[in-house]
């Protein structure tokens, strides 16, 4: 295959998922707009099923290209959340699964997501004064001063989805039916 098709159209998702592929000598990406039943995953599971659901939903609209999906959400460790992205990538018949770094949101922000249900978006377009936030550094970018951005985070979740593929001899027997991912609850 020579296409990837992304359930995504934020601008700092496609950049990273197209420094990403461009590993796979992928060049043509192609977004496409998913919409997913949570806008703001919290938990692995939760980010881990709206990936799922961008990467399959958008290679139905593209059938002879791979899937992506690339989902932010948040995670709790021990009382402090972080926020990070997971990918999903398949070919139709097998998937794999990549993260992001995970950074520490702080505690303010963390319980007004869990506690009052708002998105990280709207809490940093607030904090930053910057409308298109999600879109461009991010949170990520806004904590680190552009140091690393929401565009990175993308590259990172991509890239490390698509090691086994880049390396398909050591990940043989990695790479999951994807079967698997259609049978996870809820999907």
């Known amino acids: 295959m020579e296409c990837c098709v992304i359930g995504s159209l934020n601008e700092a998702k496609i950049r990273g998922a197209r420094r990403a592929l461009s590993l796979l ?3 043509d990406v192609k977004p496409v707009k998913i919409v997913t039943m949570n806008p703001q995953p919290i938990g692995l599971d939760e980010i881990l099923n709206g990936a799922a659901i961008r990467a399959l939903k958008a290679r139905e609209k593209y059938p002879d290209c791979y899937g992506l999906g690339v989902e932010a959400g948040i995670m709790i460790i021990d009382n402090y959340y972080f926020s990070g992205q997971i ?3 398949t070919d139709g018949e097998k998937y794999s699964i990549g993260t992001s770094m995970f950074f520490p949101l702080p505690q303010s922000i963390g319980s007004e997501i869990v506690e009052k249900g708002v998105e990280l978006k709207v809490l940093m ?3 930053a004064g910057l ?3 999600a879109s461009s ?3 990520v970018g806004h904590y680190t001063q552009g140091f690393i951005t929401r565009t990175d985070l993308s590259y990172q979740a991509v890239l490390s989805a698509i090691i086994p593929w880049l390396n398909p001899e050591e990940y043989s027997d990695t ?3 994807i079967s698997k991912l259609l049978s996870r ?3």
């Open 25 to 27: 000598g992928i060049s």
């Open 87 to 89: 990918a999903v990538f």
């Open 125 to 127: 377009i607030r904090e």
């Open 131 to 133: 409308e298109n936030i």
């Open 137 to 139: 550094i991010g949170a």
């Open 175 to 177: 790479l999951q039916p």
């Open 185 to 187: 609850k809820p999907l």
